[in-house]
C-alpha cells in the first residue's frame, strides 16, 4: 500500500521508502507511465526525482554505392621479385601494375587447361586483362630469353582481349597501341593484345592506331595500309624516328605524348605521310 507524504512523493507502507509519483506510476502502470514521460518530456518537466526516457529516434544508415574494384589476382605483384622489378624498372615501367608467375605453365593450367605439359617451365610478367571490373584474361611476357616473348590466354574467346579498357574515357579520343607496356606512356590509350581488333564495338567512336616504327615489316605495313583505307587516323612516324616502339622513344628520352599528337594522319595526306615512310 502507498500512501502520499506530499504533492510529489509516495510513501510505500510495507517497506517505508519514499518514492517519487514517476517512479510510482511506473510500478502501477508501464503503459500509462510511458505516456506520462513522454507528456512530460515534451513540456520540458524534467529533473530530480523526474526520469524521463527521451524518445527514441530511428535514422536510417546512409546506404553508399560500393566503389567497383578490379579483381586481384592470386599471385604476387611485380615488385615483390627482384628480377621482375628490375626488368620493369629498366623499362620505365610502374612494377606494381604488373603481376609476377614464378611458374607460368603451371599457373595458367589451375586457371585454364593451356599447357599439355608444364615441363621447361619458366618465370614471366603477367599482364591482367579486365573488362567491367572482371577478370578476363592475361598476357605473360617473358623474363628469360624466348622467341615467344607474349603468351595471351583467355577465359572467354568473345571477351575483348584488350588492355586497359576499363580505364580509359570512351567518349574521348582513345590512342590504341601494339603492346600493352606502350599503352602506358599514353593517355587515354589501350592496347590491342593480339592483331587488329574492332575497337567500335567495345564503345571507342574515335580511335588514333599507333603501330611500331618499323617500314619493311609487311603486316604492319598492311594493317596500317587498310586502316588509313577504312578512313582511320594512324600515327606516322617522322622520318628522324629510329627507335622501334614507344618504349624505346621513352628510354631515348623523347616526349612520345607530344611526338605521337603531332604525328596523327587520316586520309589523303595519312596516304602521302605513309608512302614517304614506307621507303625509309
Known amino acids: 500500500m502507498y500512501s502520499v507524504k506530499n504533492n510529489t512523493n509516495y510513501k510505500c507502507h510495507n517497506c517505508g521508502v519514499n518514492i517519487s509519483f514517476n517512479n510510482f506510476l511506473k510500478q502501477l502502470d508501464i503503459p500509462i507511465h510511458k505516456q506520462y514521460v513522454l507528456e512530460k518530456f515534451k513540456e520540458g518537466h524534467t529533473g530530480k526525482n523526474f526520469s524521463a526516457e527521451e524518445p527514441k529516434f530511428e535514422f536510417k544508415s546512409p546506404v553508399f554505392k560500393k566503389r567497383e574494384q578490379q579483381e586481384e589476382l592470386d ?116 592496347a590491342l593484345c593480339g592483331a587488329d581488333g574492332d575497337v567500335g564495338k567495345w564503345g571507342i567512336s574515335d580511335p588514333v592506331w599507333i603501330y611500331d616504327n618499323e617500314p619493311r615489316n609487311p603486316e604492319i605495313l598492311n594493317r596500317i595500309s587498310r586502316c588509313i583505307d577504312s578512313g582511320q587516323r ?34 589523303l595526306e595519312a596516304k602521302l605521310k605513309f608512302t614517304t615512310w614506307k621507303k625509309i
Open 234 to 267: 594512324v600515327v606516322i612516324w617522322p622520318n628522324i624516328i629510329k627507335h622501334k616502339d614507344i618504349n624505346d622513344m621513352v628510354l631515348a628520352g623523347l616526349d612520345v605524348q607530344s611526338l605521337v599528337e603531332s604525328n596523327v594522319y587520316s586520309g
Open 75 to 190: 599471385i604476387p605483384k611485380a615488385s615483390s621479385n627482384p628480377d621482375a622489378n628490375e626488368y620493369l624498372i629498366k623499362r620505365k615501367l610502374n612494377p606494381d601494375k604488373f603481376y609476377y608467375a614464378a611458374k607460368f605453365k603451371q599457373w595458367t593450367n589451375s586457371l585454364k587447361k593451356t599447357f599439355d605439359s608444364v615441363n621447361y617451365d619458366e618465370p614471366r610478367v603477367i599482364i591482367p586483362l579486365h573488362y567491367q571490373n572482371k577478370f578476363i584474361g592475361f598476357q605473360g611476357r617473358s623474363l628469360l630469353p624466348n622467341k615467344i616473348k607474349y603468351i595471351t590466354v583467355m577465359f572467354d574467346d568473345d571477351a575483348p582481349k584488350i588492355y586497359g579498357l576499363d580505364k580509359v574515357q570512351k567518349d574521348q579520343t582513345v590512342f590504341v597501341t601494339e603492346g600493352p607496356f606502350d599503352s602506358t606512356f599514353i593517355r587515354n590509350a589501350i
